[in-house]
Every structure is written in structure tokens, then in C-alpha cells.
């Protein structure tokens, strides 16, 4: 689930924003925030079926060990944006990396009394949801910070592209999960080695997020009629420009809104969001559902059941191999074929179905990867679409509101969708791919015929 930067170890291309746009210094920083929280979930996904086989489980309770965090998840995402609203960007960031970072060090020492013997399996698995929980509760209001801070300062045309941008942290994190959990599995810590390295590594970014990013606490920047500022006309603005810093001026945006200028309440039910509400928990089911099943499926299709510590290598390749098509999809594609919304989502869930129909039949790792990573090309292309095309949907105002109803639907989709996937893939192979494959389907139909066009998303107006 549902996510700070030394800046030369990240190809990060430029923002394409007109106008005022975000320092590169500041969207390292957000790119940061996002990246480490995807590692670090996605370091815990390759080494939990090898936890889990070492301590003897069935794999649909590693699955539903997650429920209650994604339940959280889903109620508190929209309450902390709505707060970000009031409180601020940086500060709802700060949380949602305190809740990181306790959740991934306790979860640690939770698995870690397990495997050593200390707590049975039944226990373990009650500790390691109870702490995996504050993920859910409190990492929970990070990316609908991030995404309201990113959509607030850039312009319609080009939000598709900011918003593809910052969700690729989320790919390079899946790069490097993977890939640095079994150099993580150090003498002492064994298969928890990842939990307290990245744990590690997100205080330095929470340091960093503290001292580097302006506040943008709306007491402190409340100058004129909010939500225009830096794209707008600029009328209504009661502070000269020869009177600003040059922070005042890149966050002039939304966070200047006057106490008498909140949005109206956005509905789930608003028939400008709905449409993309409907496809974002579809196409996040199949997301969660194959993301669930492919541990599983490599400890079994490569015989690794009686040797779990071994299985960790094979499962990151996979997910790695899955996280550079992602990378693919956002820094690649979506800015070269400048696909907006609606086009992105289509073509995502093509690309999908074909990745999942090559996983239903590989029997050996090269294939596996390779439909791995068709599938996760295509789930690149759709979920920046979703995103931008539900920030697109709205007006700039009401930005917080819906980055936490996109938060909310993104965690709803891991309320028991990997467990499902789990139980039907030991159930039946083809059963658990065919589901997969008909959510890809509904949301291919749904948005050929509802979501709005990119010509009109797109489009900059007032």
C-alpha cells in the first residue's frame, strides 16, 4: 500500500509546468516522501512469503494480515486531506512518515519473535497487523498531501505529466524494494533486516521534510483570495509582488486560502468524480489481487516451498522486473506520448490483460517476469490516469478533497483484494486470473463510455 532525496541519485526529469512551477529542490523532496514508503512496503511484500512459510502459515492469513492497515487506511486518507487543508501540506507529509517509520520497526520486531520462537504463529500474525495498522492510521495521510501540494501548483494541460512524475517515486521505489531486500537480510535481523533499514532511511527523509520544506500552514500565508494564486488572473491578490520572498511566491498557491473561501463538501456520488471513482477501485482490485498472488506464485511454480529464505531473491526479481515497466510506463510513455487521462487508463488495462493472461501460463521465471512486467506496464499507464484524471474532474479548490478520496479508493483495494486473490489462486489457477482479468474489462468498458474525454480535462480554464 497505499506513498525525500538525494538529488543525484534520482534521473529525475524536469517538471513541465508553465509558469510558476515547483523548485526541483522541493519536488526532490516530495519524490522522497513517496519513494521510500513504496521501498519500503514493497522490500516487506518480497520477504513475507518467505516469513510466512518460515513460520508455518497458510498464505491467505499473510494476506489478511493486512486488512485492518488498508481498512484504516481507506477511513483515515480523506480526513487528513480534508485537514491538510487547514493545517497544511507539511505537516499531513510529517505524519504519514511518522507512521512509517513505527509501523515498519514494530512490524520488525513483531516477525522477529516469531521466527525466533518467542511468539507463535497465531501471535505474531496479531502483533504484525495490530502494528502494521499505524501505516493505515497515520502513514495514511502522506500521498493525498503529496498530491494536493503537486495538483494545487500545476496548470490543467500539464497535470497528467506532474502528477505521472511524482506517482513514479512509487515505481522506483518498487525498483529498489526488491532489489535491496536480500542485501538486507543482515546476521542477527534475518528476514526483518528490510523493516529496520527502511525505517532508518525514512527518518532521514522525515529530517529532511522538516528542515527543507517551507511551511505552508494557511495561518501563516492567508494574503487574498486563494485559489488562483500562481495560475490565476491574479485579481483579488492583496499583497504586491515586490512584497514577496521568493517561497511566498511558490507557495502561493491553494494553502492562501482565506477561512471564508473552503469548497463545498465533494461527494462521492458527484457525477464529475464517480466515473473515475468506479475505475479506480476496479482496476485497484486487479492491481492488489496479482500483486497478492505473485510471491505465492514463484515460491510454487519454482519449487521453493521447503527452502523459504531462498524464495526472497526470485520474488524481488519478479517485482523488480514489474517496477522498471512501471518506471517505464510513467517516465517514458505517459510524457512522450503525452497520453492524457482517459487514454492512459484504456491503454493500461489492454496492457494488463495481456500481462496477467502470460502469468496465468508461465511455468518458469523468465516468464513469470515478463508477463509481470507487461501487467505492471500497463497498471503504470492506469494508475497516473486514474489520478489526474480525478484531480482533472474537479476544480482547484477542492484538490485536497479529492487526493484523499484517490488515497481512500487506492487503500480500499487492499481491504481484501490480495487475500481474495490468494485464496482463489489455491483454489484454482485459472479462477483467480480470470477474475483478474474481468475487473480489467469492466473498467476498459466503463471508461471507453463514461470517463470524460482529454480533450476536455485538459483543457486550462479559470
Known amino acids: 500500500m497505499a506513498d525525500a532525496d ?69 477511513t483515515c486518507a480523506p480526513m487528513w486531506a480534508k485537514r491538510s487543508d487547514k493545517r497544511g501540506r507539511k505537516a499531513m507529509m510529517a505524519l504519514g512518515m511518522v507512521g512509517f517509520i ?54 490543467r494541460s500539464e497535470r497528467t505529466q506532474a502528477l505521472a512524475l511524482v506517482a513514479s517515486s512509487f515505481g522506483l521505489g518498487t525498483v529498489l524494494g526488491p532489489a535491496l531486500a536480500p542485501l538486507l537480510l543482515f ?74 473561501s473552503e469548497p463545498p463538501e465533494l461527494k462521492w456520488t458527484d457525477k464529475r468524480l464517480l466515473p473515475w471513482m468506479v475505475a479506480g477501485l476496479l482496476g485497484g482490485h486487479a492491481q492488489a489481487m496479482i500483486l497478492g498472488i505473485s510471491g ?43 497520453l ?7 491503454w493500461g488495462m489492454l496492457l494488463a490483460i495481456v500481462g496477467v493472461a502470460i502469468i496465468a501460463v508461465a511455468q518458469d521465471l523468465h516468464a513469470i517476469a515478463l508477463g509481470f512486467a507487461v501487467a505492471s506496464l500497463g497498471f503504470g499507464l492506469y494508475r497516473p490516469g486514474f489520478t489526474a484524471g480525478s ?25 481484501y483484494a490480495p487475500a481474495l486473490g490468494v485464496w482463489l489462486y489455491g483454489h484454482s489457477d485459472w479462477l483467480g486470473f480470470a477474475v483478474i482479468i474481468g475487473f480489467c474489462l469492466a473498467v476498459f468498458a466503463l471508461g471507453h463510455r463514461s470517463l470524460q474525454s482529454d480533450e476536455y480535462l485538459t483543457r486550462d480554464r479559470g
Open 340 to 346: 492524457g487521462p482517459k487514454a492512459s487508463t484504456l
Open 102 to 155: 513505527s509501523s515498519m520497526t514494530l512490524c520488525g520486531i513483531a516477525l522477529q519473535l516469531g521466527l525466533a520462537g518467542v511468539l507463535t504463529a497465531f501471535w505474531t500474525l496479531v502483533l504484525f497487523a495490530l502494528c502494521r495498522s499505524l501505516y493505515g492510521l497515520l502513514g495514511s495521510a502522506a500521498p493525498p498531501a503529496v498530491q494536493a501540494y503537486v495538483a494545487s501548483r500545476t496548470p
Open 296 to 338: 505465492f506464485l514463484v515460491l510454487d511454480r519454482l519449487h521453493l516451498r521447503d527452502t523459504p529464505e531462498a524464495g526472497a531473491g526470485p520474488v524481488g526479481i519478479v517485482l523488480m522486473v514489474g517496477a522498471v515497466a512501471t518506471l517505464l510506463a510513467q517516465w517514458g510513455l505517459i510524457p512522450t506520448l503525452r
Open 187 to 260: 546476521p542477527g535481523t534475518g528476514l526483518t533486516g528490510p523493516f529496520y533499514a527502511f525505517a532508518a532511511v525514512a527518518v532521514v527523509v522525515l529530517i529532511a521534510l522538516r528542515l527543507r520544506l517551507p511551511n505552508d500552514e494557511p495561518q501563516f500565508a492567508a494574503r487574498g483570495r486563494a485559489f488562483d494564486a500562481p495560475y490565476g488572473s491574479g485579481a483579488g491578490r492583496h499583497v504586491r509582488d515586490s512584497d514577496r520572498s521568493e517561497d511566498d511566491e511558490e507557495d502561493s498557491g491553494e494553502m492562501q486560502a482565506a477561512s471564508d
Open 391 to 415: 484531480s482533472l474532474a474537479v476544480t482547484r479548490p477542492e484538490q485536497g478533497q479529492v487526493s484523499g478520496k484517490v488515497a481512500s479508493i487506492n487503500g480500499a483495494s487492499y481491504i
Open 6 to 74: 538525494p538529488t543525484e541519485a534520482i534521473p529525475l526529469a524536469p517538471l513541465p509546468v508553465a509558469g510558476q512551477a515547483i523548485s526541483r529542490g522541493r519536488l526532490v523532496l516530495l519524490f522522497m516522501v513517496m519513494l521510500v514508503t513504496a521501498a519500503g512496503n514493497t522490500a516487506m511484500q518480497s520477504v513475507m512469503p518467505s516469513i510466512g512459510t518460515a513460520l508455518q502459515v497458510d498464505d491467505v492469513w499473510i494476506s489478511l494480515a493486512y486488512t485492518w492497515s488498508a481498512l484504516l487506511w481507506v
